[in-house]
């Protein structure tokens, strides 16, 4: 919520920022106008994003996943840089059955596999998370040079400096989501089909749709969705141009991607017609699917321990999720997303943005309208409303006319006593005096949500620490204990487990002896994460010696 002290500073810094920018000399607002427009400065905005995230993640490029989903998108990629696109099933899949993937008769994700592929290059160099933050910069150059363009220089960087620390992108945007790679694909597709609606060459329509297709190999509904207002301002350019062999080209190229889906669900699950995810959800939850009625079919294999916290809850809203309820369904996501967009100084931009709504342009509703279609999109699938993350990627549209209304309201200020052709200037100069304090504000309340995740991901790191440290050649077995939604998932294994140093599994209790006969030369130790304790099992044996 806006405090009091937050909302007095912020009125105190606007009204001085709106008083110093009508003071100072023309030259110096027209040079930090200058400057705001080029064309290096979106580079800038976009390498303090990538530093924003890094800090928020923990200031290094071997971030820990915090989530299932991270882990399964690690793993999938691991089976990529391999040179592979699955794993040979483990053995006795139970001991070995990691959240969100297949375990037999091969080993996958139950993802799409975009997301994997672009993880690719940072597990070769050693560096697992650089690659979403150089997406990470992409994407906030992207994001500041299209609404430089949209809404003007001074208005971009204030939303910019809304959304770089915001709830929604410290949490979606500092791990391995599929929501990074997504991010930079729909901003590209934008930037591109800009270009092209502006009189550029068939190319930019072309990385466009390029750009539209591998997000369809990252997350289909979401791409879809948001790109269904871009889709209308194109057909609309295409129908006053009459470039329609422009379009039908870029068509192709899209469809050209989505048409490597059936090969992938065919290497993965044996028929291009069955995607993994419909694999996973048929083995473990067979009511987590589109709709509004959770089927009742029973699951062809037991619910891993990493999932007995989280399946019942999963179970509940999708028994909710129904058409009468929707209203209230759609109320709460909105207050979610609400309050990870509208925190610490923000919602002044949420009362501004009653000044800046009818000063908006067709290119910034562009914007609103796929944020709105996103969120509207994801009606037909239940989810729990904190889980925000499906609607990360139209984020910043949110803070538009906010901040449209802010530089609106400087400008009026700057215009009592300045000539109108001074304003533009002057509010861009006003929109550099406020950063320092927005970006202060920001890694204030950003603070906390970097020791949670800290916190969260502490007991995993501990873990992995603690396995590397061993006497390797070794199988962990794993014991929870009692099923808790946000416990840390222990069991991400190597796809390759004939050749990896260590096991890590479930404690399956009886069945232990099992996997033990299977692997006689490994160690073998218990360990109970309840009671933080490690018990050994079995001593490996000492290597034979040599005739």
Not at 191 to 202: E, F, M, P, Y
Not at 231 to 248: F, M, N
Not at 286 to 313: C, K, Y
Not at 484 to 509: E, H, K, M, Q, T
Request: a positive charge; glycine letters at 8%; one cysteine or more.
């Amino acid at each position: 919520m806006l405090t009091h002290p937050v909302a007095l500073t912020l009125i105190a810094v606007l009204v001085a920022a709106a008083l110093a920018a009508r003071a100072v000399p023309l030259r110096w607002a027209s040079a930090v106008e200058s400057a705001l427009g080029h064309r290096l400065t979106p580079w800038v905005i976009g390498l303090g994003t990538a530093l924003a995230c890094w800090w928020v993640a923990g200031a290094t490029f071997h971030v820990e996943p915090i989530s299932t989903d991270e882990a399964a998108y690690l793993l999938q990629a691991r089976i990529f840089a391999a040179g592979h696109l699955t794993a040979p099933a483990p053995p006795i899949p139970d001991f070995f059955a990691q959240a969100w993937v297949v375990v037999t008769p091969r080993l996958f994700a139950k993802y799409p596999p975009g997301t994997s592929l672009v993880l690719v290059p940072g597990l070769w160099l050693g560096l697992p998370w650089l690659v979403p933050c150089l997406l990470d910069l992409v994407s906030g150059a992207l994001l500041f040079t299209l609404l430089r363009r949209a809404i003007g220089a001074p208005a971009a960087l204030v939303t910019w400096a809304a959304w770089v620390l915001s709830g929604m992108t410290m949490q979606w945007q500092t791990g391995y989501f599929s929501e990074v790679p997504l991010l930079a694909c729909w901003l590209g597709s934008v930037a591109c089909a800009w270009r092209w609606i502006d009189g550029g060459r068939r190319r930019w329509l072309l990385v466009a749709a390029a750009c539209a297709g591998f997000g369809a190999l990252t997350r289909p509904l979401s791409i879809l969705l948001l790109g269904l207002p871009l889709a209308v301002a194109v057909w609309r350019s295409a129908r006053r141009s009459a470039r329609w062999r422009d379009v039908g080209m870029a068509t192709l190229v899209a469809v050209g991607f989505v048409l490597t889906i059936p090969p992938w669900n065919a290497a993965t699950t044996g028929h291009p017609l069955r995607s993994p995810l419909r694999e996973y959800t048929e083995d473990y939850l067979p009511w987590d699917r589109v709709g509004f009625a959770i089927d009742s079919t029973a699951p062809l294999l037991p619910t891993p321990p990493d999932l007995e916290g989280i399946a019942p809850q999963l179970a509940r809203v999708h028994r909710e999720h129904t058409l009468a309820r929707l209203p209230r369904t759609l109320f709460e996501r909105a207050l979610w997303v609400s309050g990870q967009l509208f925190t610490h100084w923000r919602p002044a931009l949420a009362l501004l943005a009653l000044v800046g709504i009818w000063r908006l342009g067709g290119a910034a509703w562009v914007g609103l309208w796929a944020a709105l279609a996103e969120f509207l999109g994801h009606a037909v699938w239940g989810h729990q409303a904190g889980w925000t993350l499906y609607y990360a990627e139209g984020a910043a549209a949110w803070y538009v006319p906010g901040a449209v209304g802010l530089v609106a309201v400087v400008g009026w200020l700057v215009r009592r006593t300045r000539p109108d052709t001074e304003a533009a200037p002057r509010a861009a100069l006003a929109a550099v005096v406020l950063l320092p304090l927005l970006l202060w504000l920001s890694v204030a309340g950003s603070r906390g949500y970097r020791e949670w995740r800290t916190r969260r991901a502490a007991d995993s790191r501990a873990f992995t620490e603690m396995v590397a440290a061993g006497p390797g050649h070794a199988i962990y077995f794993v014991r929870y204990g009692t099923p808790a939604a946000g416990r840390p998932a222990l069991i991400r294994n190597d796809p390759w487990l004939a050749g990896a140093r260590d096991w890590i599994v479930y404690d399956l209790g009886p069945r232990n002896d099992e996997l033990l006969r299977l692997a006689p030369d490994r160690a073998a130790f218990l360990v109970d994460v309840a009671a933080r304790r490690v018990t050994p099992l079995r001593e490996a044996p000492p290597p034979a010696t040599p005739r």
